[in-house]
């Protein structure tokens, strides 16, 4: 009955609107008000993301003609129909509401808020990248988005969450929002249940030739493997060539309040302290 209570609650908080502190702040909560304020606020985040979008549309061309290709699951560049693949969250479309939300309810991410959020369709575009898909678009590239929103069926729809964020990019513009084919989101098909995404861009990588990846996590851009890997600092070949990519066909959207790079840091945002690489002897 408590969990139902929390549901309704959080649901309520988001249909609404209100967002009214109850609690003292959680070290969490306060660790994650410089990100969102930074995405919502600061002219920076606007200007990297839009110098990123604007850094992809100039090289568009380029790489369509040429021989680069952008995805470790191509292999090697084929004469195929040029493809770009974007994921959704934190690179085509701005989520700080909902972790504004969070940080003033004392929340973290869970399935329920998160999915009430999606129901909204209210997420705006990061800055630069509707123009970016219809470029592509117009140039005859494919336009795909790789995400990890998750389906989870109702009686009504096999996937709610594909649907709603369709809802949400067509109303702002982006190229293909209402091509179904052109989303592949986790567990949309049963192959698609984890994470990771070289399964999906594989798929593309079949019936394509992938010259462009946009993205704000390195798990855009490469297995979880290989991402480890470099994390570790531990050689990896094929992985490191992808990412002397970067800045010709592979674009970094600026994230600073979630990734997969927390995952090697300790949960409590006080214990991360010692790991800060500071002066000595100043």
């Known amino acids: 009955?408590?969990?139902?209570?929390?549901?309704?609650?959080?649901?309520?908080?988001?249909?609404?609107?209100?967002?009214?502190?109850?609690?003292?702040?959680?070290e969490k909560a306060i660790s994650q008000v410089n990100g969102v304020l930074w995405t919502q606020q600061s002219l920076e985040h606007h200007a990297a993301a839009a110098m990123a979008y604007h850094a992809a549309s100039a090289a568009l061309p380029r790489v369509i003609h040429g021989k680069l290709w952008a995805s470790l699951e191509q292999g090697k560049a084929k004469l195929q129909r040029p493809a770009v693949i974007l994921d959704v969250d934190e690179t085509v479309l701005d989520n700080s509401e909902y972790d504004a939300w969070a940080v003033q309810n004392n929340q973290t991410f869970a399935p329920q808020s998160w999915s009430a959020w999606i129901r909204r369709e209210a997420a705006p575009a990061v800055p630069g990248a509707v123009r970016f898909t219809q470029l592509a678009a117009k140039l005859g590239v494919d336009v795909f988005y790789v995400s990890n929103r998750e389906c989870v069926a109702d009686e009504a729809d096999p996937c709610p969450a594909l649907t709603h964020t369709q809802s949400n990019m067509a109303r702002l513009g982006f190229a293909?929002?209402?091509?179904?084919?052109?989303?592949?989101?986790?567990?949309q098909r049963p192959e698609w249940s984890v994470s990771d995404k070289s399964e999906r861009r594989a798929k593309i990588a079949e019936t394509h030739?992938?010259?462009?990846l946009i993205g704000d996590d390195m798990g855009d851009f490469l297995p979880v493997a290989s991402v480890e890997r470099l994390r570790r600092g531990e050689a990896d070949a094929a992985a490191s060539e992808i990412m002397s990519h970067f800045g010709m066909n592979l674009f970094m959207i600026p994230n600073p309040s979630y990734g997969s790079w927390e995952k090697a840091l300790p949960a409590n945002p006080a214990a991360r302290i010692p790991l800060l690489k500071g002066l000595e002897g100043l």
């Open 1 to 26: 009955m408590k969990q139902i209570y929390l549901v309704v609650l959080l649901m309520f908080g988001l249909a609404s609107g209100t967002y009214a502190q109850t609690l003292p702040p959680t």
């Open 209 to 212: 030739r992938v010259i462009m």
């Open 176 to 187: 293909r929002a209402n091509d179904r084919a052109a989303f592949m989101f986790k567990k």
